[in-house]
């Protein structure tokens, strides 16, 4: 009998309520204290006590049991923001300004913000794309921070932004095209950037106010923002700007007679002495000239049908020229690939046969003309993929690598996965970064293009437990990518590979890690469109910083590779493959689920996932502990012996409850699994981390 999840959550969700006592709501209680410890326990709060509402918490404020408020600017506050912000629904306005916090903005925070203000402190990491959801958002102030990388956020759902602050921080790229979508925005500050790019996308806003000095703009200002836009330290473009494309509207000067006065240029028409206006307006222009225009085409339209044949210049001419709609229908006839617009099939989607129609020699050519012409016969033209190198990432040499990590020296070796090996890289400057050699067998020589293109989708992943692609080299036919180095290594060593200088991992150690992936994976499965599914979810692949933060290596890599599950196939047996892949050697979101289970049933147990050295009956981790996962004295003799007992048993048993919900047979998972399993984490990490 299998138990239903839905019930379960449930049952989950009262345990944890029954847990937390007080007026106020038991999420917002958790949440509260979760930010409180984030944030150095400061003496200064005095939040004592489990009621913030019922004993006037020092900057909340609520209504009726829920938190609604969080506003403590200049309260000389440290630490970070924490990780358990997203279950406080009621608060609408976070307010922390004027602080010392510092470290990531953390991917989770209130769903229904309407003011967010974490200006003047120490934050860095990229802009959280969960910012994107948050359709309430009227102020977003993240100014004088040291946020990095791209403006990785979508800005469509965010119609009701009034004021965005983003200035003085370390901000690159281009400005998203999504913010043409910014139909409040009054008041925008991107000055003291690294921006580039156009600001094109800003032109037919409804802004008021524009600061975007001090940045690396380029091109030219937009006729609509140059009465108000702040613009110095840029490299603008001189002289007259281009003309629109064909089919633009007219640029329409804002009118601000709320602030001048006066009217905008565009206000009246042209008038001579007492008013009158001239005998032929602009629309009668236009008209004289698209009347002009359509008779030159008919013109040239009988001209063109009235020639019997065309030469073979003529054909060689049209060769780079895209087809009119009625010369495409002629042209189908003819076995001539060279002259088919190639644009016209997409290989991505149902396969379309290129075999060419029989043609007739004497219907378009002359005999003599053609025959010289080469003709390629039922052999379909392959499309070259054009493919932009990504800008947001930095693109290394091979002498720089080389350099880097003593040509790739066993002394600088870290690891070796499926797809190659990882070296550490030390560079002049003093920065650590870890570098993957791509093996040629996963990916070889001849296929760089879709290296670029590998390395362009997964520069496109940011979040705070995903490592971090920081640049990448294709040269002589290699491949490499850049990432960010994590000083404590991998899980799979701190649980398996202990040396006298390491310690066990502590029990909450334990579950910020399993709650640290947990994100990550909600962030790829969920957030990212489409969704990414990883394939390769292991210990080995969980790296660790010096806080222990969780981070989720390779994401995207198994994803963009083209032969990625042969490869991954090859490894199998590692214990860590959901049951359907082995069968069919598909990976689908649900064995990511499965595998992440087998992650937690390693932090659990401190055993790998399939170890040969125990009895037969224990070799195979899951098969092993999922009949003794709802077994409370079974449970008990399963836990890592190095925790030597430290750990709370309620908090154990909820932990091997999510377990034995990740791990089940896949034919009754349901695809929401991983949203209670992650909801069940958030909701009951209060009780999970006591001790």
Not at 213 to 239: C, M, R, V, Y
Not at 286 to 292: C, D, P, Q, T
Request: charged share 15%; net charge negative; glycine share 8%.
């Amino acid at each position: 009998m299998v138990l239903d999840p839905r019930l379960v959550l449930v049952l989950f969700i009262g345990t944890c309520i029954l847990a937390i006592n007080g007026d106020t709501d038991p999420n917002d209680v958790a949440s509260l204290k979760v930010l409180f410890q984030s944030m150095n326990s400061p003496s200064q709060l005095n939040w004592n006590g489990d009621d913030p509402c019922g004993q006037s918490w020092q900057g909340i404020t609520c209504s009726g049991n829920r938190v609604t408020e969080i506003k403590l600017p200049g309260r000389s506050l440290s630490g970070s923001l924490g990780y358990q912000l997203e279950p406080m629904s009621s608060v609408t306005n976070l307010d922390l300004s004027n602080n010392n916090l510092g470290g990531t903005i953390p991917y989770q925070l209130p769903p229904n913000l309407q003011y967010l203000n974490l200006a003047n402190n120490n934050f860095n990491g990229a802009i959280p794309y969960s910012l994107s959801e948050k359709t309430s958002l009227i102020v977003l102030n993240l100014g004088h921070n040291q946020l990095q990388q791209a403006l990785n956020v979508d800005f469509q759902k965010l119609s009701s932004l009034s004021t965005l602050d983003l200035s003085f921080n370390s901000l690159t790229g281009d400005l998203p095209q999504t913010m043409s979508s910014l139909s409040s925005i009054r008041t925008m500050y991107l000055q003291n950037n690294q921006l580039t790019g156009t600001i094109d996308v800003l032109a037919n806003l409804p802004l008021d106010t524009l600061n975007v000095g001090n940045n690396h703009f380029t091109g030219w200002i937009p006729e609509q923002l140059k009465n108000i836009i702040q613009k110095d330290g840029n490299a603008w473009s001189s002289g007259p700007a281009p003309p629109p494309p064909p089919g633009t509207p007219p640029a329409v000067a804002r009118n601000r007679n709320h602030k001048s006065g006066g009217h905008s240029p565009s206000d009246g028409g042209s008038s001579d002495g007492g008013g009158k206006k001239s005998g032929i307006g602009g629309g009668g222009i236009a008209g004289i000239v698209i009347s002009i225009l359509v008779v030159g085409a008919i013109v040239v339209f009988f001209l063109v049908k009235r020639r019997p044949k065309k030469s073979f210049n003529d054909v060689e001419k049209l060769d780079n020229q895209p087809l009119a709609q009625n010369e495409v229908h002629e042209m189908n006839s003819m076995q001539t690939s060279s002259v088919i617009d190639l644009k016209t099939f997409d290989t991505s989607a149902t396969p379309i046969s290129l075999k060419p129609p029989p043609f007739d020699r004497h219907k378009s050519f002359d005999e003599d003309e053609f025959s010289n012409k080469p003709v390629i016969v039922n052999k379909p033209t392959k499309v070259k993929k054009t493919v932009t190198a990504p800008t947001n990432v930095k693109s290394y040499s091979i002498a720089d690598l080389q350099i880097a990590t003593g040509s790739f020296s066993v002394e600088q070796l870290l690891g070796e996965g499926s797809f190659g090996r990882v070296y550490r890289a030390q560079f002049d400057e003093g920065k650590v970064l870890a570098v993957k050699k791509i093996d040629s067998s996963v990916l070889p020589n001849d296929m760089s293009d879709d290296f670029v293109e590998l390395v362009s989708n997964i520069s496109q992943l940011h979040h705070p437990n995903v490592t971090e692609l920081v640049g990448y080299c294709s040269e002589h036919g290699q491949h490499l990518l850049v990432y960010e180095f994590h000083k404590n290594g991998s899980l799979h060593d701190f649980l398996h590979l202990p040396d006298e200088y390491s310690k066990p991992l502590i029990w909450n150690s334990r579950v910020k890690i399993a709650l640290g992936i947990a994100r990550a994976l909600e962030y790829l499965h969920e957030v990212c469109s489409p969704s990414v599914v990883h394939k390769n979810i292991k210990s080995a692949n969980i790296l660790l910083d010096t806080d222990f933060n969780p981070h989720l290596s390779d994401s995207g890599l198994a994803s963009y590779i083209p032969n990625a599950n042969q490869v991954l196939n090859n490894n199998a047996g590692s214990g860590y493959e959901a049951p359907e892949v082995g069968l069919s050697g598909h990976y689908t979101l649900k064995s990511d689920v499965y595998s992440f289970g087998v992650v937690m049933l390693e932090l659990l147990s401190g055993r790998k996932p399939f170890d040969s050295s125990r009895p037969r009956s224990e070799q195979a981790l899951v098969r092993w502990a999922t009949p003794q996962l709802h077994d409370i004295d079974a449970l008990a003799k399963m836990v890592d012996p190095t925790l030597e007992g430290l750990y709370p048993v309620k908090s154990l048993s909820r932990f091997a409850d999510v377990i034995a919900l990740c791990v089940q047979v896949m034919s009754v998972m349901f695809h929401l699994n991983f949203y209670l399993v992650n909801r069940l984490y958030i909701t009951c990490f209060g009780s999970l981390i006591e001790l």
